[in-house]
């Protein structure tokens, strides 16, 4: 089995910066590909960004290029995900999911196999 935990959330001012971590334990040789979700209250969660195994190819959804950066670091089981410029509509509970598979980054988060159990990230106006 696999545990992810997140870390880094709060409460920030638009134009601020936060860094969210997410350190896999467990049967961690069984993870692979891994990204970002976040769920907004009353609305549906939603791919934010994601990397693949080696780093060499990363995803984001829209609204967060380049304003946010995932980056990753197998020898210490951790991603991470740099947001910047942070705006009132990026508030949410954000995820950190993990799939066993090589398959590539997906925005699907039925393709993951492991979950955190979320951090809120709050951004005031």
């Known amino acids: 089995q696999v545990q992810l935990v997140e870390s880094g959330g709060g409460l920030v001012q638009a134009g601020g910066s936060l860094r969210l971590s997410c350190a896999a334990s467990g049967r961690t040789d069984s993870v692979y590909d891994m990204s970002w979700f976040r769920q907004a209250p009353g609305k549906a969660r939603e791919f934010v960004a994601g990397?693949?195994?080696?780093?060499?190819?990363?995803e984001y959804v829209d609204s967060v290029k380049g304003r946010f950066i995932i980056s990753r670091d197998n020898a210490k089981n951790t991603i991470y995900l740099q947001m910047n410029s942070l705006k009132p509509e990026d508030t949410a509970v954000y995820y950190c999911?993990?799939?066993?598979?090589?398959?590539?980054?997906?925005?699907?988060?039925?393709?993951?196999?492991?979950w955190g159990q979320g951090t809120q990230v709050t951004v005031s106006s």
């Open positions: 999911a993990a799939s066993r598979t090589m398959n590539g980054v997906s925005p699907d988060h039925q393709t993951y196999h492991y």
């Open positions: 990397i693949n195994w080696s780093g060499s190819n990363t």
